[in-house]
């Protein structure tokens, strides 16, 4: 990574490399509920949707993309001023400030469309590192789940619900 | 209301009898996130959902359709062992324990289903009738987001995230 890669929209062609992020974060089964078997085909009905959602993407002058989100109303009609979203960065990639900079500009966006407020509504537990920067970035934990998520590894553990205003 | 209404599987014919419950209760905009005025066809979209979603009614032998539910998995993948449910009574004809009469079938369905837990995302905190039902049904408050529903008549108020294990 050279320089401060750029944050933005992602295109259709961006699919390919989108894929290769979200594959090898959802194939570990211990951060996000999509199954780690989860197809290609199946994965893009569920990451690349159309308005009012949109996706971003984190791009390196060099390295190409580094990380992906998505971002979208977190309830249909009288409960679309709270926007949901999802990040996903590359494992090889992690740990370089890219989560916090894809996550820094994707708030500043929901706030921009006019989002009154972000939630999360499965934040797996034990991702601790997860879990810290969402706090480190003004979310609270507003919810439990018991048991809401079958890790890959550890079994049964909860799910977090996380809000922050806008 | 003669006798005990059945409560039974949806079929396609039944639309029509669903849609005029929906909407009816839909249209008040104080108890559910759809917009009130939210089309015949997108409200069949968001209820009349495929399998693993099951659609349940309340089917009076001499009134007709009284109520209607939609059961399916909360999440996708490693979260699908949790439940969502949805009810709507007519609400000419509410008042009469056919809310609880289904929410009674359908917790016993899901558990059959072999759904480990049931959980609500967006129950309005105002609706004092609902909240009620399902704390005597065994549901606990798991979570608050604050704000998360523009409710009709009143403004912004909380939804609440209400959870039992089955």
Redesign the interface.
């Known amino acids: 990574m050279n320089g401060v890669p750029a944050v933005r929209l992602a295109q259709p062609d961006d699919w390919p490399a989108i894929w290769s992020i979200w594959h090898a974060v959802v194939r570990t089964?211990d951060t996000?509920?999509?199954?780690p078997s989860?197809s290609e085909r199946d994965a893009r009905s569920?990451w690349m949707l159309p308005p009012p959602a949109e996706v971003w993407v984190v791009d390196d002058a060099v390295d190409g993309l580094l990380a992906t989100a998505l971002l979208k109303p977190?309830?249909?009609?009288?409960?679309?001023?709270?926007a949901n979203a999802g990040f996903m960065v590359d494992p090889e990639r992690n740990g370089r400030g890219v989560g916090r900079l894809l996550a820094e500009a994707v708030i500043a966006r929901a706030r921009e469309l006019g989002y009154?407020?972000m939630?999360y509504?499965?934040v797996v537990s034990t991702n601790e590192r997860a879990v810290a920067l969402w706090r480190s970035l003004g979310f609270d934990v507003?919810?439990?789940?018991?048991?809401?998520?079958?890790?890959?590894t550890l079994g049964p553990v909860d799910?977090l619900?996380m809000?922050r205003?806008l």
């Open positions: 089964g996000y509920v999509w199954l989860t569920v977190n309830q249909a009609g009288l409960g679309d001023h709270v009154e407020a939630q509504n499965a507003v919810g439990t789940i018991p048991l809401g998520f079958r890790h890959a799910l619900i809000h205003p």
